[in-house]
């Protein structure tokens, strides 16, 4: 999966409660790292959690054009030890 380069994106200033959310987020996703699906998606997705200014890269990184895109977001991919 090609993950966008969030630096690239402008600065936004996100409110307390968003920056509240964002840290419920990152404190998740390190919790569920050693089970995480995609190690490298868990990864990227911390590192836009953990950095609020950049928030505006969000909808890039998972898939969306922008907030109005009707487009889907990218499939989640099949576990690392998942059988069909």
């Known amino acids: 999966m090609d993950f966008p380069e969030i630096n690239a994106f402008p600065k936004c200033f996100p409110g307390p ?3 509240e959310m964002g840290t419920t987020i ?3 996703l390190r919790v569920f790292a050693e ?5 490298e998606s868990n ?3 911390l590192e836009l959690a ?3 200014r950049l928030w505006s890269a969000g ?3 998972c898939g969306r054009r922008d907030a109005h ?3 889907r977001p990218i499939p989640i991919r099949q576990p690392r030890n998942s059988t069909k």
């Open 35 to 39: 089970v995480a699906p995609d190690e």
């Open 43 to 45: 990864r990227r997705v």
């Open 50 to 52: 953990e950095t609020p």
């Open 69 to 71: 895109s009707r487009e």
């Open 17 to 19: 409660y968003q920056r």
């Open 59 to 61: 909808h890039a990184a």
């Open 26 to 28: 990152a404190n998740l």
